[in-house]
């Protein structure tokens, strides 16, 4: 089956880093979607990863290993804007099946 | 670009009437549509993926003929909840992507909240 494991909650101060791991289990992977999701509202795409390596985009990059079944979403020069669930998702299988984590509920302090 | 719209935002309903959302993808072709259901601070939970012209595929333990998928068009899908209950009341979300895009990218819409009373 599918099994996906990301922090529940994190906490990180207005201007800093912060990184949200993800490690996940899948057969057939294909590749790693990391989403934002503010309180009320659907997700929005930030990034997704099919090979090995980090991509950046602006202030949020993306990594991915995949022998080791491991991803993180880092978030730079942390805004207040920025609180929100951040969900880890993974696609495998043929027919673009998606299988999301639970979602890290990321807060930022001033 | 790759924008999905949904209708209605929130509903509000009478337990044993049926409501129906759509979801639309404005500005691409989406062969294939995702309806998921979220509960208060837990997950997405994927109930059925639906392909333009084709039998929607569900979810384990996702009830098809209450939770009825129509893809009619490859910009239109539509979920009815039938003979609605309380405890079908939550935050649906569907999805699109498009093969064109070269990669699974799921996008969302913005989300229907459901409310039966």
């Known amino acids: 089956g599918q099994n996906i494991d990301q922090p529940t909650e994190m906490t990180a101060t207005e201007g800093a880093i912060v990184q949200i791991n993800c490690t996940y289990q899948?057969?057939?992977?294909?590749?790693l979607f990391w989403y934002q999701q503010h309180a009320g509202e659907a997700p929005t795409f930030l990034s997704y990863?099919?090979?090995?390596g980090l991509e950046e985009k602006g202030r949020f990059s993306s990594f991915l290993s995949r022998s080791k079944g491991y991803s993180y979403l880092l978030l730079k020069e942390l805004q207040m804007k920025d609180s929100a669930s951040y969900l880890c998702?993974?696609?495998?299988?043929?027919?673009?099946?998606?299988?999301f984590g639970t979602g890290t509920k990321l807060q930022v302090i001033p | 670009g790759a924008v999905v719209s949904q209708h209605p935002s929130r509903v509000i309903c009478k337990s044993g009437t049926s409501v129906k959302i759509e979801c639309r993808s404005l500005d691409f072709q989406a062969t294939t549509m995702f309806w998921y259901r979220q509960f208060p601070k837990k997950s997405l939970m994927l109930m059925a993926t639906?392909?333009?012209?084709?039998?929607?595929?569900?979810e384990q333990g996702v009830e098809k003929d209450k939770f009825l998928i129509n893809h009619a068009s490859l910009t239109l899908s539509t979920l009815t909840v039938t003979s609605a209950h309380p405890e079908d009341s939550s935050f649906y979300i569907c999805s699109a992507s498009s093969p064109l895009d070269g990669t699974d990218t799921q996008y969302f819409g913005p989300g229907t909240r459901l409310t039966v009373l």
């Open positions: 998702a993974a696609s495998s299988g043929g027919y673009q099946k998606v299988t």
């Open positions: 639906s392909n333009e012209g084709s039998k929607a595929t569900y």
């Open positions: 899948t057969s057939g992977f294909n590749g």
């Open positions: 990863n099919v090979l090995d």
